[in-house]
């Protein structure tokens, strides 16, 4: 059974720092790219960022480029995403996925529960 579960959400202050954690089981990080996915309060979801193992390669909206990181650990088969400088726009529930992840990011199958953020002006 494929399982994302996500953590590290919480409440910061513009300019902090935090540290999204999805832990995938079900499945290897080779086999199927994940990638980070966001929804705020009477928004659209939007798609942050993802990171494909398999190719080497990640993608970012331009709105968090130089702000977040992504990253995985194999070992782990846990996908990270460190997001730095946080505005309060960021403010949204947190989503990891299952993606297609090269130049763009599109959607595939699977997703976690969500992780609350909150950026405090």
Avoid at 5 to 26: K, M, N, T, W, Y
Avoid at 50 to 59: A, R, V
Avoid at 62 to 81: E, M, P, Q, W
Avoid at 94 to 110: D, I, K, N, P, S
């Amino acid at each position: 059974e494929v399982q994302l579960v996500e953590s590290g959400g919480g409440l910061v202050q513009a300019g902090g720092s935090l540290r999204l954690s999805c832990a995938a089981s079900g499945f290897s990080l080779d086999d199927y790219s994940v990638g980070w996915f966001r929804q705020a309060p009477g928004k659209e979801r939007e798609k942050v960022s993802c990171i494909s193992t398999y190719h080497n390669t990640t993608y970012y909206v331009d709105s968090v480029k130089g702000r977040f990181a992504i990253s995985s650990d194999k070992k782990k088969n846990t996908v990270y995403l460190q997001m730095n400088g946080l505005k309060p726009e960021d403010t949204a529930i947190y989503y990891c996925a299952t993606v297609y992840c090269g130049l763009a990011m599109f959607e595939h199958r699977y997703w976690g529960q969500g992780t609350q953020v909150t950026v405090s002006s």
